[in-house]
Structure formats: C-alpha cells, structure tokens
C-alpha cells in the first residue's frame, strides 16, 4: 500500500498512479465489487468509486484516467459509441381556442385565435366578474 504516515499529525495518504490503476483494473473483474477491492487493499469504497470515475484531480497521469475510463466501460457494459435516436414530431399546437361558457340557462361557444391568447384571457376575466 502507498501511503506516507507522519507522527504526531494526520496526514492524508497519496497514492501513485500505478497503485491507482492496479486497484481499478482489480474492480474490472466479473463478479467483483468495488468495496471488496476497496476493503483488500486498504481504502475507502468512495475514493476508489472517484478514481473510476475520473473526479479525482490527483489521479497524476493520463494512463490511470484512461484506466479508469476503461475498466468502467467494461463493468457497465457501455461502449463508447454514438447511438442516434429518432424522436416523433411534436403536434402543433391548436390553431383556435374554443370556450363553451354556461351561465345559468344561457350557453355561448367563443372560438378565439391561439395567437390572441393574453386577449383571450383578459376578455374572459371581465366576462367573469
């Protein structure tokens, strides 16, 4: 295990990057979890989940994050290709507004353009009041 231990004070460990990329090439293994390898090697599960993902800043060399990248393709399965995806179109949007206003034995049908929609609304509170 790397590491530095200063005595008198707590110090935060460093590792290497070799040591990094061994521990992350052990959590690409079938049927291995990253805690399992976490715990055998002396380290926090969430500071091996960090080096998988890439969000540490002292990984140190570009080889270890290419590792990480890697080994976690592989234990997800996910390829690093583009998938395209077609969506439907959208419906476009109605082209009038139709109200069917009843007040007491009195019914009226108001069609009104959906661009006019703000005057719609103020036609509608005053109707209202």
């Known amino acids: ?3 530095v231990a200063v005595e008198g004070r707590r110090r935060r460990r460093t590792h290497s990057a070799e040591f990094k990329t061994r521990v992350m ?4 293994h079938p049927g291995v979890s990253v805690a399992s390898v976490a715990l055998s090697h002396g380290l926090n599960a969430n500071l091996v989940r960090r080096w ?3 969000r540490d800043s002292g990984c140190g060399s570009a080889l270890a994050l290419g590792a990480a990248h890697s ?3 592989a234990a997800t399965g996910v390829a690093g290709t583009f998938v395209p995806v077609q969506l439907a179109a959208a419906d476009p949007p109605p082209s ?3 109200l069917e206003l009843r007040r007491g034995a009195a019914t009226i049908v108001v069609n009104w353009p959906a661009r006019e929609a703000a005057a719609c609304g103020s036609w509608l509170r005053e109707w209202l009041r």
Do not use: E, K, N, P
């Not at 090439?25 to 690409?28: K, S």
């Open 25 to 28: 090439q052990a959590c690409g």
């Open 96 to 98: 009038d507004i139709r």
């Open 71 to 73: 080994v976690q393709r």
């Open 52 to 54: 998988l993902s890439g």
């Open 1 to 3: 295990m790397d590491g």
